[in-house]
């Protein structure tokens, strides 16, 4: 079975600051990982993934994750956080041969003006 | 291109009833998934469908099922409603669901059930 932790339940930063979100997982095989982000009222919005390659991945709005491993990690970054990243944030896993998502708690981003 | 749709978008029903979700993927999409997100919880999941068979299922009860129809819709069925099954309810599409060559699955908005 696969697993995502997200040991933060909030997360807040002031605007202009760099924005990380942690996430770890757990996976037998190849992991396929992936971070959503969710506005209130609304569905989830894809953000980035990693599947193989590089294990920096760049993402839409700034947004990058860096996939660890030998940590079982993949971190979501942003260099300059603005306010309208405030949102909720879900780190997910995929066994590989196997497109079933298993999704963290979520991460209530706070970017404070 | 329009993106997944999901009807209806909020449903408010009592203990005991029915409900059937519905959901239209992306078009040229084959593979429909259904979510359960249960307030301050992340999505869990539920069931997948490709070209109309069931490829996998989640740990939920027998009274949820589903069902692909031959133009990729899906329908998410609830039977004996428990107050538990409050949730939004998320369906996402995928190109198809074939292993070793990850599809992203896109997510629709969700409907919003609420059982009194």
């Known amino acids: 079975a696969q697993s995502v932790a997200q040991p933060e339940d909030q997360v807040n930063v002031a605007e202009g600051n760099p924005l990380t979100v942690k996430c770890t997982y757990s996976?037998?095989?190849?992991?396929?990982l992936f971070w959503y982000v969710q506005y209130p009222n609304r569905g989830l919005q894809f953000l980035l993934k990693?599947?193989?390659?590089?294990?920096l991945v760049k993402g839409s709005y700034g947004f990058e994750a860096e996939f660890n491993k030998s940590q079982t990690s993949f971190h979501l970054k942003k260099p300059s956080a603005l306010v309208s990243d405030s949102a909720l944030y879900f780190c997910?896993?995929?066994?590989?041969?196997?497109?079933?998502?298993?999704f963290g708690k979520g991460n209530q981003v706070v970017v404070i003006p | 291109d329009a993106g997944v749709t999901q009807s209806p978008t909020h449903l408010i029903k009592t203990r005991g009833q029915h409900v059937t979700l519905r959901c239209s993927p992306i078009s040229g999409h084959k593979s429909v998934s259904w979510y359960q997100q249960v307030l301050g919880q992340g999505p869990q999941f539920i069931f997948q469908?490709?070209?109309?068979?069931?490829?996998g299922r989640g740990n939920f009860p027998d009274r949820f099922s589903a069902r692909q129809f031959p133009n990729y819709s899906s329908e998410l069925n609830v039977n004996a409603l428990l107050l538990g099954d409050s949730a939004l309810y998320l369906c996402a599409s995928s190109l198809d669901s074939s292993g070793g060559n990850y599809n992203e699955q896109f997510f629709g908005p969700g409907t919003r059930l609420t059982v009194l």
């Open positions: 996976v037998s095989g190849n992991p396929y």
């Open positions: 469908y490709y070209e109309k068979e069931e490829r």
């Open positions: 997910a896993v995929a066994r590989y041969g196997n497109n079933r998502l298993a």
């Open positions: 990693y599947i193989t390659g590089d294990n």
